[in-house]
């Protein structure tokens, strides 16, 4: 069992975030780690979902938000330049309070315009600013955004102590190990090294390198190998500073092994937290475990009709505010994985969900039919049980 730290209660809106109470969820009051560091709390000590461009919308967190009340959530990549140039912050920034602890992750290189946008971020009640060093996209390395910084030390480095500079709140790192053709085993401890020095609060290292030439920002979730050890030998290295892992990550028992030291877990150096990502989304209900298996609450007895059941006032009112069921329901698609009915619930969101005349009803329509397929498999498999009983007694 892990403790994770209390979460902040922030708000939706550009108002004071100072002097905010604290909100303690179940137990937790600690951090993951028993970490001795002068760090601020943030997501580097925590159980986190990643940040997923065109995924992790304000949608998806609100949806994820009913299944745990601790994971730290991300935004999606937002960039500097949308943000300062793009004339509308609500769209940008804006978020639902219920979402919190969120942390707004921004694309840029340019210190100055990078401690703006934080200041804002922090203005607009997000938990901790998070900047993008592990995107592999070739659309944001010619502005000097993502992978590609890792390239750049020092630049990085001066960004990072110009936003800690700016906001009160953490400001942490997202990178890989490394890219293309650099030595990672190298290269990677000179750049924590300098962001270790003007005082980063915490990385999530993704445990890949990043291809920035031949490989599509997809091939790059997968193809290049997973080094997980280096991850760790870095948190050896760097003691007091926070360092959660990413990347390749496929259930709880995997995750938790790398919290753990040997021999409960594989590793001599435990990291501080845990991020996954596309397993989260192809696989949401994930989520209905981690408030108790990295948090210490009760086991969760919600359901997956209860979550639904939940969503239903805010797609209403999504609805009612002239939004499209679509926007809402795209983010639910697994939130049957692996039931009886899965399938089914998957293909008539996808099929009628788009369509103008879309509406809760659409969704309760959908939950009918698992709910049916659920029961019909049951009763065949009870029918069966009894038919074999039948053919043994005789």
């Known amino acids: 069992m892990f403790r994770f730290a209390t979460i902040v209660d922030n708000i939706i809106t550009a108002k004071n975030h100072k002097n905010m109470p604290l909100l303690t969820s179940c137990n937790s009051s600690k951090p993951l780690?028993?970490?001795?560091?002068?760090?601020?709390?943030?997501?580097?000590?925590?159980?986190?979902?990643?940040?997923?461009?065109?995924?992790?919308?304000?949608?998806?967190?609100?949806?994820?938000?009913?299944?745990?009340?601790?994971?730290?959530?991300?935004?999606?990549?937002?960039?500097?330049?949308?943000?300062?140039?793009?004339?509308?912050?609500?769209?940008?920034?804006?978020?639902?309070?219920?979402e919190d602890p969120v942390v707004l992750q921004l694309g840029g290189s340019n210190a100055q315009e990078l401690a703006h946008?934080?200041?804002?971020?922090?203005?607009?009640?997000?938990?901790?600013?998070?900047?993008?060093?592990g995107c592999p996209s070739d659309r944001v390395q010619n502005n000097m955004i993502g992978a590609c910084l890792m390239q750049h030390p020092q630049i990085l480095a001066e960004a990072v102590d110009a936003m800690k500079q700016s906001v009160d709140i953490p400001v942490t790192v997202k990178c890989r190990i490394g890219v293309d053709d650099q030595n990672e085993q190298e290269e990677l401890f000179t750049l924590v090294d300098k962001l270790n020095q003007v005082g980063v609060d915490g990385l999530v290292?993704?445990?890949?390198?990043?291809?920035?030439?031949?490989?599509?920002?997809?091939?790059?979730?997968?193809?290049?190998?997973?080094?997980?050890?280096?991850?760790?030998?870095?948190?050896?290295?760097?003691?007091?500073?926070?360092?959660?892992?990413?990347?390749?990550?496929?259930?709880?028992?995997?995750?938790?092994?790398?919290?753990?030291?040997?021999?409960?877990?594989?590793?001599?150096?435990?990291?501080d937290g845990v991020m996954l990502g596309r397993i989260i989304y192809e696989q949401p209900f994930l989520l209905n475990e981690v408030d108790e298996r990295y948090y210490g609450c009760d086991k969760s007895t919600?359901?997956?009709?209860?979550?639904?059941?939940?969503?239903?006032?805010?797609?209403?009112?999504?609805?009612?505010?002239?939004?499209k069921l679509i926007q809402i329901t795209r983010h639910m698609l697994g939130l049957f994985h692996g039931l009886p009915g899965g399938r089914m619930w998957r293909r008539y969101l996808s099929q009628n969900a788009f369509k103008p005349e879309a509406s809760t009803q659409t969704v309760v329509d959908a939950l009918c039919m698992?709910?049916?397929?659920?029961?019909?498999?049951?009763?065949?498999?009870?029918?069966?049980?009894?038919d074999k009983l039948v053919s043994n007694e005789s």
């Open 302 to 323: 919600k359901t997956r009709k209860e979550v639904v059941n939940e969503m239903l006032p805010y797609i209403e009112q999504h609805l009612d505010n002239g939004g």
């Open 33 to 98: 780690a028993e970490i001795s560091t002068d760090r601020l709390e943030n997501s580097a000590m925590h159980f986190s979902v990643a940040p997923m461009l065109d995924w992790t919308d304000k949608h998806c967190r609100y949806f994820y938000r009913t299944m745990t009340q601790n994971s730290w959530l991300y935004s999606e990549m937002v960039t500097t330049g949308a943000i300062i140039y793009g004339d509308n912050l609500p769209r940008f920034l804006g978020f639902n309070p219920t």
């Open 370 to 386: 698992v709910e049916n397929e659920i029961q019909r498999m049951a009763e065949q498999k009870r029918q069966f049980e009894n």
């Open 117 to 133: 946008c934080a200041k804002l971020g922090q203005e607009w009640g997000y938990s901790e600013i998070n900047l993008n060093v």
């Open 205 to 271: 290292i993704h445990a890949r390198k990043a291809w920035l030439q031949g490989l599509s920002p997809k091939d790059n979730r997968d193809v290049p190998p997973l080094n997980y050890d280096l991850v760790h030998a870095v948190k050896h290295q760097f003691a007091t500073l926070p360092i959660a892992i990413n990347g390749g990550i496929k259930s709880h028992t995997q995750a938790i092994s790398h919290l753990e030291s040997i021999p409960a877990g594989n590793f001599d150096t435990p990291v």
